[in-house]
């Protein structure tokens, strides 16, 4: 069982009520059974509990990991939040899972979403990496214009998904494994022309994630997954 600690120090640990009441109350576990506890920053601690408390149930560590799963490469996604939050929130849980760094929400011409709830979507982010046994949170950021996001972005391997030509290579063919990656995926209308080509002045690649034309969501679990596997 895996438990998010964020601020874990030394060799005791007390879950938060909200963790407490799942081990005690949910799971039923006692003292002396053993639980995982994850940081979100690459630690992950053996422990075993010393007192099985509903609201403060106490654990001590017999063994930690560091950087635990780290991976070659660091993967940032900038896309457009979908109508339906529903489907933007099972892209975080899907991407979460599988193992991204950063996910930046963006703000485009066609946007038809123009805000998110970051409280809520870190939710779904610390509930996947406890179900997919991660020790590392992605970084989830406030909304932004696409305009600023794309000034902002590192040197280095850079690509926009889009639907507006037939010049563009297939991801696994326009990336590098073992490299760190930025990509960016436009809403469900798509970038827009100037769009594509502002990405383009400031060095992004079009590039196409598959034969078929995907859902804003599908798209950017396309892309996590594609880079995840060239890279195993």
Sequence with gaps: MFFFTPDINGTLYTLNEEESSHAARVLRLKEGD?????????????????????????????????????RSYRLHIGIAP???????????????????????PLLCERSE??????????RVMIAAIKQSQKAYLP????MTEFDMWLKTQPDGQRFIAHCNNN??????TAYRPKQDVVIAI???????????NDAHYCGFKGISLS??????????VAACYGISFVNL
């Design 113 to 122: 979403r123009k805000n998110v709830n970051i409280e809520r979507l870190q």
């Design 167 to 172: 010049e563009r290579l297939l991801l696994k």
């Design 82 to 104: 979908t109508k339906n939050i529903e489907r933007f929130e099972w892209f975080i849980e899907k991407t979460t899972e599988l193992g991204i760094d950063e996910i930046t």
């Design 34 to 70: 053993s639980i995982t506890l994850v940081d979100g920053k690459g630690g992950l601690y053996m422990a075993q509990i010393i007192e099985a408390h509903q609201k403060r149930c106490k654990a001590e560590i017999v063994e930690k990991q560091t950087e635990y799963g780290k």
């Design 139 to 142: 970084q989830l950021n406030k």
């Design 186 to 196: 436009g809403p469900e209308g798509d970038f827009s022309m100037r769009e594509v």
């Design 211 to 220: 034969t078929s034309r995907l859902r804003t969501e599908t798209a950017g």
